[in-house]
């Protein structure tokens, strides 16, 4: 039983440091921001000592959520968050894309009529 | 014929069939802008159809059958058009059949037509088994979302009044928008119009556009419908 918790435990210690490096690695490239340094590391700190003493947590927040058992709070409260989480990406996403496509959709328009000013003009000069 | 009549072509890679659906439209109506949007399109279809002097509106990447659609209709609102036609780039469509489209709309008798394949048993025939299929659902539940009654909701070939065509807010970038053209109009309490229309699917045809995947394309389309029914996309 011990052993299984550890095994869990080891996991959730090897994501923490691998949001870490990826997140530092990330800013170092400068396609981080420091709000985003800050977000990450926060997350990856955070996952790292859930992982490392995730009884003392269960216990707390056993209490803070009112359910018997900790482990089950803390289950549950990973799994709620995590559908907030893909929520939260998911709108994101659908911004981004139409955003994306807005601009397309200016930059084709644009150039449209910058080559229809100039077949106007090209008409004009040969009358 | 005094309203100014626009064509909206939208083209990804459609180098083999780009020339030939223009040179039908033009021999049809010589005198009508035509917008073909090239939808990022890697083949020469840019060049072909720049060659035959129609504005070509490029968008640099691809992004949908949806989004080259509503880049197409703002751009023909832009230079001024009364009445907006859209046309398949695949031959799929004749352009005689677009004279009996915008008859209603020029008759004040509609705001937009959409020409319907599912009229004509006959020529219904010609339509791959599994595509009707999935038509006949999409236009069911298609109209079960829009309070409406057609019979072709995943048509190409419509028409639209200016006014209707700028109360279209397309935000679908991919294959659902010809529900959500639907949806808009009847949204909208436009009056729609079908006409029956001779649709050709030859080898070439059926292996692209909804035909690609069609069972991929039908669950994205429906759950789009869904998704805005519910409230979760506009």
């Not at chain 2, 459609?14 to 009508?32: A, G, H, I, W, Y």
């Not at chain 2, 399109?41 to 080259?68: C, F, M, P, Y």
């Not at chain 2, 880049?71 to 046309?87: K, R, S």
């Not at chain 2, 031959?91 to 059949?97: C, F, I």
Request: glycine share 6%; aromatic share 8%.
């Amino acid at each position: 039983m011990e052993l299984q918790i550890l095994g869990i435990q080891l996991v959730g210690i090897a994501i923490a440091f691998l949001i870490a490096f990826e997140t530092r690695a990330l800013h170092k490239k400068g396609r981080f921001k420091r709000k985003d340094l800050i977000i990450w590391s926060t997350v990856s700190i955070m996952l790292f000592i859930v992982a490392l003493f995730p009884l003392t947590f269960a216990n707390f927040l056993s209490i803070f959520t009112d359910i018997g058992r900790g482990l089950d709070a803390l289950m549950l409260l990973g799994l709620l968050g995590s559908y907030a989480l893909i929520f939260h990406v998911y709108i994101r996403n659908q911004e981004t894309q139409r955003q994306i496509t807005d601009l397309v959709r200016k930059v084709a328009i644009r150039l449209d009529s910058v080559e229809t000013k100039k077949q106007i003009t090209k008409t004009v000069k040969k009358k | 014929m005094n309203e100014k009549l626009s064509f909206v072509i939208p083209a990804y890679n459609e180098e083999e069939s780009v020339v030939q659906t223009l040179k039908d439209v033009k021999r049809q109506f010589p005198k009508n802008d035509i917008f073909v949007v090239n939808d990022g399109s890697v083949d020469r279809t840019q060049e072909l159809a720049e060659a035959q002097g129609v504005h070509v509106l490029t968008h640099v990447i691809n992004r949908g059958l949806g989004a080259a659609l509503s880049t197409g209709i703002q751009a023909a609102v832009l230079h001024g058009a009364d009445l907006i036609v859209t046309f398949d780039a695949d031959l799929q469509h004749l352009g005689k059949d677009v004279y009996r489209l915008i008859k209603p709309i020029q008759e004040g008798k509609a705001d937009a037509a959409i020409g319907s394949r599912f009229m004509s048993k006959k020529d219904l025939e010609m339509m791959p088994r599994v595509k009707r299929f999935g038509n006949t659902l999409l236009t069911g539940m298609t109209n079960i979302m829009a309070d409406t009654t057609i019979t072709d909701s995943q048509s190409g070939l419509r028409a639209f009044s200016r006014e209707a065509a700028e109360k279209l807010m397309i935000l679908c970038d991919k294959y659902e928008v010809s529900s959500e053209i639907i949806h808009q109009l009847g949204h909208h309490n436009m009056r729609i119009i079908e006409i029956p229309i001779k649709a050709i699917y030859d080898d070439r045809s059926v292996k692209r556009g909804t035909n690609q995947m069609p069972w991929k394309n039908g669950f994205h389309i429906l759950w789009s419908m869904i998704l805005r029914t519910i409230g979760v996309k506009k």
